[in-house]
């Protein structure tokens, strides 16, 4: 199974900020993946990262909010532009398990707080 | 919008029994996986089913999928006070490339007295 760490784990912004959370995985993956998780609430995916390509992002989420780079096949980034408190969520990666099981795992998470 | 709907939304059990929680989905999948959440914290694997099997189980775990009825469950036995968490079902559908992209159903609370 694939280790995934994100930085930061947790972080308070003021409104107007924006944060760019990290994701590093301990093999080479071809893609990885981000999801927001409101408090409450399930999870939504917001886009797919290639490496060497631009992401790929949902209905409802657009790369001027939310840009996202893949310099390589074992980081990314996910950037929050311009917050709000509506941004206040659980940001989460997540990888295949490359086995060809189609497993895939999440890091730990970064939880963001907007005020 | 969501694919998946889990009920119950929630499910408060004794230790020893067992809990059983409920997944449908709208459209047609390439496989179904379980995950626990504790506490809002990150998303812990359990089990992934196929399109093509019916059952699995690992330990306590089984899940079935009954893809004419678009619905899947988790039976946890013999449940235990670390299983209080959230599960969630999210239904993987072949992305472009060799990864699945998954929807998250509702997710359902276990809390488990003593």
């Known amino acids: 199974s694939a280790v995934i760490s994100q930085k930061p784990s947790r972080d308070i912004c003021q409104r107007g900020t924006s944060l760019t959370i990290q994701c590093q995985v301990d093999?080479?993956?071809?893609?990885m993946f981000w999801y927001r998780q409101q408090p409450g609430q399930s999870l939504t995916l917001i886009a797919t990262?290639?490496?060497?390509?631009?992401?790929?992002?949902e209905s409802g989420f657009v790369i001027d909010k939310f840009p996202i780079s893949r310099p390589n096949l074992t980081f990314s980034t996910l950037t929050v532009s311009n917050m709000s408190p509506e941004d206040s969520s659980i940001y989460l990666c997540?990888?295949?398990?490359?086995?060809?099981?189609?497993?895939?795992?999440f890091g730990p998470g970064t939880r963001l707080t907007v005020l | 919008s969501q694919q998946g709907e889990e009920d119950p939304q929630a499910l408060s059990i004794q230790e020893g029994e067992n809990a059983t929680m409920n997944c449908s989905y709208k459209?047609?999948?390439?496989?179904l996986q379980w995950y626990r959440q504790n506490s809002g914290r990150g998303l812990v694997h359990l089990i992934l089913?196929?399109?093509?099997?019916r059952e699995k189980h690992s330990g306590r775990l089984r899940v079935t999928l009954d893809t004419s009825k678009k619905s899947s469950s988790l039976l946890i036995t013999a449940s235990r006070a670390a299983d209080t968490a959230s599960y969630f079902c999210?239904?993987?559908?072949?992305?472009?490339?060799?990864?699945?992209?998954?929807?998250f159903g509702t997710g359902t609370r276990l809390q488990v007295t003593l």
């Open positions: 990262a290639n490496q060497g390509s631009e992401a790929t992002y």
């Open positions: 999210a239904t993987g559908l072949l992305n472009t490339g060799t990864a699945s992209k998954l929807t």
């Open positions: 089913i196929r399109s093509n099997e």
């Open positions: 093999s080479q993956v071809t893609m």
């Open positions: 997540s990888v295949e398990s490359g086995e060809g099981t189609d497993t895939q795992y």
């Open positions: 459209t047609s999948i390439n496989n």
